[in-house]
């Protein structure tokens, strides 16, 4: 069994197009294909790994659409994906990794086999159903602290598998402010519910933040995050105590319960009657709001 890993190129597809407006680039292709590599590293993360090259392998196809199960906010290929026959040495396969064609194309997924294999001469590579494990990466961080949702996260692989092409039309987010954020469990660290602000009486609402917003950034070690470019400002000062702020969270719409992405503040803030409210331009040493894909 193995456990995948986003690429590169997949994570910033979603984080772009979730928060910054630009489009996905293989949803017409019913197919992916799924690719072995020689090296102990497996693909990486950009695709730098060495794949097998000998006479008669090829990437083996399988549908985006009907190949996965789903459970768990994880999808799993459900029938065996089998390789010709070996007529040359093949060398030992560490890793797989799933493209979006038959040649060259983007690796989307990667991942190394619980035990590396051999394959010589007259041999057969065949991967069980259940095998390949796809997991959205909740990215969860601790300082400060935030991750994705339920929703966010579904959404992601109903995009993925083909299943329901990505609805998600807003080309930024609506940022909430409130409290008490209750995650459901201590391992994926999904949102499950919160205390937002009022909007009664009190001149708080739901702010929109555009495609412009955002920016986006790779470290070194593979991470991906987006970060706001400017100040944020709540327009509206406050016409009674909005209380203490502790946490944020994204929303896909101002008015409807669709959660993207959740964070604590690193400093609460309290607002009271005739107080504004503004989240400072990220920058090395003003965090701003930062949204981690992993």
């Known amino acids: 069994m193995s456990t995948s890993i986003i690429s590169n190129y997949l994570g910033a597809f979603f984080i772009n197009n979730l928060l910054r407006g630009e489009p996905y ?3 017409s292709n019913p197919n992916f294909y799924l690719a072995l590599y020689t090296n102990s590293t497996g693909a990486g993360d950009s695709n730098s790994g060495t794949e097998v090259s ?7 196809t399988f549908s985006r659409v009907t190949g996965f199960d789903y459970a768990n906010f994880q999808l799993s290929n459900n029938e065996t994906i089998s390789f010709s026959q070996a007529t ?11 493209h979006d ?8 997924f990667w991942g190394l086999f619980t035990a590396p294999v051999a394959i010589g001469v007259g041999q057969q590579l065949k991967i069980p159903a259940g095998s390949l494990i796809f997991k959205f990466n909740n990215a969860y961080h601790t300082t400060p602290s935030g991750g994705w949702t339920t929703f966010s996260s579904k959404a992601f692989l109903d995009w993925i598998t083909g299943a329901d092409e990505f609805s998600y039309t807003v080309d930024g987010a609506y940022l909430a402010l409130g409290k008490d954020i209750v995650i459901d469990n201590t391992t994926d660290k999904r949102f499950s519910s919160w205390t937002e602000v009022s909007s009664l009486g009190t001149g708080y609402s739901r702010i929109f933040l555009p495609e412009t917003t955002w920016g986006a950034q790779w470290l070194t070690e593979g991470s991906l995050y987006a970060y706001n470019l400017n100040e944020i400002v709540f327009t509206n000062n406050a016409t009674a105590s909005w209380g203490t702020i502790t946490d944020i969270v994204l929303y896909d719409s101002i008015t409807n319960t669709n959660p993207i992405y959740w964070g604590h503040l690193s400093t609460p803030a309290t607002v009271n009657m005739n107080d504004g409210f503004r989240i400072g331009t990220r920058t090395y040493d003003a965090p701003g709001i930062e949204i981690w894909f992993r």
């Open 25 to 27: 680039g293989y949803q």
């Open 54 to 60: 000998a006479a008669g392998y090829s990437r083996q």
């Open 88 to 98: 040359v040495n093949w060398g030992t396969i560490y890793g797989w990794g799933i």
């Open 101 to 108: 064609a038959q040649l060259s194309g983007n690796l989307l």
